[in-house]
T-cell receptor, first 113, second 110 residues
Framework: DTAVSQTPKYLVTQMGNDKSIKCEQN?????MYWYKQDSKKFLKIMFS???????INETVPNRFSPKSPDKAHLNLHINSLELGDSAVYFC????????????FGEGSWLTVV | GEDVEQSLFLSVREGDSSVINCTYT??????LYWYKQEPGAGLQLLTY?????DMKQDQRLTVLLNKKDKHLSLRIADTQTGDSAIYFC??????????FGAGTTVTVRA
């Protein structure tokens, strides 16, 4: 069983579209994150949720809206996609039972054309 | 990120040891991590060290932490072709938000 799973793994879409990336963790963790990896491989946190509450919201355009229907899910919705949104988006989770380990999903490769 | 710095490239001969270096700025870091990313793949946690430790060894991996100089290193013994990847150093504070370095691309040559 995959601990942190993201869908879709690959997504190619046109500028201006709205798309969502879904994330689910089966670890019973309370905290989930979204990270963005740009074309230069640089990783930066976007959001963090703890028990469905937003606790970290870095400087991200408001076209990006995370949604956490329950603590096992953290979805990322992106409106009006732009070329610069092309990146790899990683979901991650952490819980006190996992000690100091933050588990990452396999990534979602988004290409905006 | 600007808080965590790494050299960008490292080339090493198969069988030799690799040493990847990282510096960080936040003295309140609680844990420091090393992640490995192979081409087209996700992030694999290799190891981590608590900020009050100096060294941690795990099979071919040795992590050294110099808290005074805010310097972290990862040594890979007997480097193999499968070790070719990007290696990320990351620090976390109490909220477990990770700040990553830019990654060191390690190329293992025969």
């Amino acid at each position: 069983d995959t601990a942190v799973s993201q869908t879709p793994k690959y997504l190619v879409t046109q500028m201006g579209n709205d798309k969502s990336i879904k994330c689910e963790q089966n670890l019973g963790h309370d905290t989930m994150y979204w990270y963005k990896q740009d074309s230069k491989k640089f990783l930066k946190i976007m959001f963090s949720y703890n028990n469905k509450e937003l606790i970290i919201n870095e400087t991200v355009p408001n076209r990006f809206s995370p949604k956490s229907p329950d603590k096992a899910h953290l979805n990322l919705h992106i409106n009006s996609l732009e070329l610069g949104d092309s990146a790899v988006y990683f979901c991650a989770s952490w819980g006190s039972l996992s000690g100091n380990t933050i588990y990452f999903g396999e990534g979602s490769w988004l290409t905006v054309v | 990120g600007e808080d965590v710095e790494q050299s960008l490239f490292l080339s090493v001969r198969e069988g030799d040891s690799s040493v990847i270096n990282c510096t960080y700025t936040d003295s309140s870091s609680t844990y420091l991590y090393w992640y490995k990313q192979e081409p087209g793949a996700g992030l694999q946690l290799l190891t981590y060290i608590f900020s009050n430790m100096d060294m941690k060894q795990d099979q071919r991996l040795t992590v050294l932490l110099n808290k005074k100089d805010k310097h972290l290193s990862l040594r890979i013994a007997d480097t193999q072709t499968g070790d070719s990847a990007i290696y990320f150093c990351a620090e976390s504070m109490h909220d477990y938000k990770l700040s990553f370095g830019a990654g060191t691309t390690v190329t293992v040559r025969a």
